[in-house]
């Protein structure tokens, strides 16, 4: 293991790739506050689901959005 060649991180590309293809328009990092995972891009509002921090574009969709929907269906008694 002494001539460990240089390895591009997969993480690395991937985030490379995505700004070169002009995806992101910011390298800001955020991690998210739902999955703990660290994302490259524009955090989201996690309300309801917590009150600080911001979360990824996969919780948003997963988790945020059907929250919301669903409190905002219980108050209106539908
Ligand atoms: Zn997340």
New binding site residues.
Partial sequence: MADKPIMRDPMDSEEAKAMESGKYNSHVSFV??????S?VGWGNNPDPLAKEGV??????MD?VIPKRIEEHNNGRKI
């Fill in positions: 998210c506050v739902l999955c703990n995972k994302f979360c990824c574009d996969q919780c948003d988790k």
